[in-house]
């Protein structure tokens, strides 16, 4: 079958590298891709916002699976798009996608099915928010409401920092996705992630991971759009992932089928943890980048056969054939980030590495210039090892990152402290 991937990142650049293994696979395009993505696949390079633009290319190039990667064309309807016209789709409608776009809205879900999470209180107005957090006291946290790219949490761990964070949400630091705030109480514990497959009405649990959104060691510094991630994660036990799947996942599913906007796609659940009971910090609508690549590591071909199962609705005879393995990912971000970077510094050394399914280089923010990979983005590699344990991928991945010649970047030297119990 012809299959169209959306996306630039890693995440897709993972998808695409366990989707070729696949013998269903005939004929691999990427919109737009990326230098890593181009050398497995073919890139095309059009508007994956437009849905007409999307359309006019699947049925000019005879696609029959199209697979949405990021949040933004989930939220601008692409999927509603492409299944309007005929395509089979992964990926949820815009309204369904309202799980990760509106964060008042996931609260309402919440409330409507009983499902553990931090208290909430939803706002349009500032002096209203603020008197509200005056009486409430801190420590809170203040969320823009619309798709903000990860950014749109302020912390208020104090009276002034709360009072801060609503005057610049309100202020416009996050455009229009700040016009109304959630705040909400601050949940102690730590966090993971659950990656569910659905079908709008069955859910299949696929992996667990857990990332890290700082930018420096020992989990320090600004929060990122992640610096690397690892799969399992421990901290989220077999039970814990069932009290989860029973008291919030499966209650979603649910209540979002019977609102008449089931959710077909991967949620992505991220939950905090404490004393053995999760409760869901957030839902993403999509896989989560680097999550994404430590979890194709872990399940190769089959991925196509699932979200194909998942697309199709045949999602209560699927299965996932698990590996007791683990997976680890190492993200090499471009000095800088995730402030200002400079693009334009070339990569040496990755034609050396080995490229099987124990060690990949998956591409982010990189081009070809010359004959040579140049980082044009922010996270520009993610460097993945897999292994009989935690501690072999760890090996792995930080051997090809020490092999990568880039003057350039940088990473985290701690990714799966909290696991590996590195300290
Ligand atoms: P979100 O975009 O909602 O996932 O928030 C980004 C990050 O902020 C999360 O991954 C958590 O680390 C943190 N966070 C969000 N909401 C809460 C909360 N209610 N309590 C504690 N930490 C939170
Ligand atoms: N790594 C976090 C995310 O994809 O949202």
């Known amino acids: 079958m012809n299959i169209l991937i959306l996306g630039s990142g890693g995440r897709e650049h993972s998808l695409a590298w366990a989707i070729k293994q696949n013998p269903k696979c005939d004929r691999l ?11 497995l696949a073919e890139c095309a390079d059009f508007d994956i916002m437009d849905s007409a633009a999307v ?27 492409t299944r309007a016209a005929g395509i089979l789709t992964f990926g949820p409608s815009a309204a369904a996608a309202r799980l990760e776009a509106s964060k008042a809205f996931t609260k309402q879900i919440c409330d409507a099915c009983a499902a553990p999470t931090a208290g909430y209180a939803h706002f349009a107005d500032a002096d209203a928010a603020k008197r509200y957090v005056t009486e409430t006291g801190a420590p809170l946290v203040i969320k823009a409401d619309g798709l903000a790219a990860g950014k749109g949490v302020i912390m208020g761990m104090t009276l002034p920092e709360a009072l801060a964070g609503i005057d610049e949400i309100f202020g416009g630091a996050f455009g229009a996705a700040g016009a109304e705030v959630v705040i909400e109480e601050f949940m102690e514990g730590e966090e993971a992630s659950l990656f569910i497959l659905s079908d709008g009405v069955n859910c299949l649990p696929i992996g667990t991971a857990q990332d890290h959104k700082r930018v420096g060691d020992g989990d320090t510094g600004p929060n990122t759009g992640g610096m690397g991630a690892y799969s399992p994660a421990p901290v989220l036990t077999d039970a814990i992932m069932e009290q989860a799947m029973a008291q919030i996942v499966r209650p979603t ?18 939950l ?32 196509l056969d699932l979200l194909l199962a998942c697309a199709q609705g ?11 393995d683990h997976a680890l990912t190492v993200v090499m971000a471009a000095n800088g980030y995730p402030g200002k970077v400079e693009k334009g510094s070339v ?10 399914s124990f060690n990949m280089v998956f591409h982010a923010g990189t081009a070809t210039e010359a004959g040579q990979i140049t980082a044009i983005g922010g996270r520009v590699l993610t460097v993945t090892a897999r292994g009989d344990s935690l501690h072999a991928a760890h090996r792995r991945a930080y051997a090809m990152v020490d092999a990568i010649d880039w003057p350039g970047g940088f990473c985290r030297r701690d990714i799966g402290w909290r696991a590996l119990d590195l300290g």
Do not use: S
């Not at 599913?253 to 991220?270: N, S």
């Not at 045949?314 to 007791?324: D, Q, S, T, Y």
């Not at 990569?347 to 099987?356: M, N, Q, S, V, Y």
């Open 29 to 39: 395009i990427v919109a737009p891709g990326n230098a890593g993505i181009a050398m």
């Open 55 to 81: 359309v006019t290319f699947c049925e000019e190039n005879a696609v029959d699976f199209v697979v949405i990667g990021p949040e933004a064309p989930l939220a601008a309807g692409i999927a509603d798009a």
């Open 253 to 270: 599913v649910a209540e979002m089928a019977r609102r008449g906007t089931p959710f077909q796609g991967v949620l992505y659940a991220g």
């Open 272 to 303: 905090m943890i404490k004393d053995g009971h999760a409760r869901l910090v957030e839902y993403n609508v999509r896989f989560g980048d680097p999550e994404c690549q430590v979890l194709m590591m872990r399940l190769g071909a089959q991925v």
């Open 314 to 324: 045949h999602l209560a005879r699927a299965k996932v054939k698990w590996a007791e």
């Open 347 to 356: 990569i040496a050394g990755l034609g050396d590495l080995p490229e099987d």
